[in-house]
């Protein structure tokens, strides 16, 4: 008696056990797509902690702007900090070549600058959060679909119970603890999708907090031409 023999009985009983169908499938679908997106989160995050101290390094190492962004373009089209620092490259100039007209008079530099760089930072920041809706979804909800599958499943078995006048132990354990697998099941598909999810949390707020951090910096330098740390000397 285990879980063989309850997929046995529900594909020998497919009209009876569709509420468990129903349920088994749900909870398989989550699992897959929590794996996906763990999966795929943990190698996106990776390489872009392992390039971020390279591409900011490489940014302020360029004695020549021009250089340091032509860098920062040849950086691959995943890489989020040289898209920063580009979209800021990008409204500096912008501003510069529009000198006179009313999106000078309306915008200062600095403005028009730290306003493409709140944009740049909240999309990339954004392309962090792929995924994590499902992961928390179903570190909420897996738990419960799973409760759901016992509590059908323990209403079918002292239905047929009933219908056969077996009340034994023997004849009770089998069917209820077949049933109670489908709440193990939902634990096991909750458990890793919540570990995923903090991990991941910790990961992406570590991340913004180095976007934020450059974006202060390239603030500093294309609205004043320096970075204010290389005037104080703290960097």
């Known amino acids: 008696m285990g879980f063989g023999h309850l997929l046995n009985e529900m594909t020998a009983k497919p009209g009876e056990f569709a509420v468990s169908w129903i349920v088994l499938g749900s909870l398989v679908i989550m699992s897959i797509g929590s794996w996906y997106y763990t999966v795929v989160n943990w190698l996106k995050n990776s390489v872009i902690r392992a390039r971020a101290e390279k591409v900011i390094r490489t940014f302020w190492d360029t004695p020549n702007p021009a250089d340091a962004i032509r860098a920062m373009e040849e950086q691959p089209k995943n890489e989020p900090f040289s898209k920063v620092a580009l979209d800021a490259a990008q409204a500096a100039l912008h501003h510069q070549r529009n000198e006179g007209s009313r999106l000078v008079e309306s915008l200062n530099r600095s403005e028009f600058i730290d306003r493409a ?6 999309r990339e920041s954004a392309k962090l959060e792929s995924g994590m809706t499902w ?7 897996a738990p419960f679909i799973g409760l759901l599958g016992t509590v059908w499943g323990i209403y079918g078995a002292l239905i047929r119970i009933g219908a056969t006048g077996q009340a034994s132990i023997d004849a009770v354990a089998g069917p209820v603890g077949e ?3 489908m709440t193990a099941l ?9 570990v995923a999810f903090n991990w991941f949390v910790r990961m992406n707020r570590d991340t913004n907090a180095k976007f934020d951090s450059f974006a202060h910096d390239l603030h500093d330098f294309f609205a004043t031409g320096s ?9």
């Open 117 to 122: 760089l709140r944009q740049a930072v909240t």
């Open 135 to 141: 992961l928390a979804t179903t570190g909420a909800t």
């Open 179 to 181: 049933a109670l697998i």
């Open 186 to 194: 939902g634990l096991f598909v909750a458990i890793p999708a919540v």
């Open 227 to 235: 970075r204010v740390s290389d005037a104080t000397g703290k960097r």
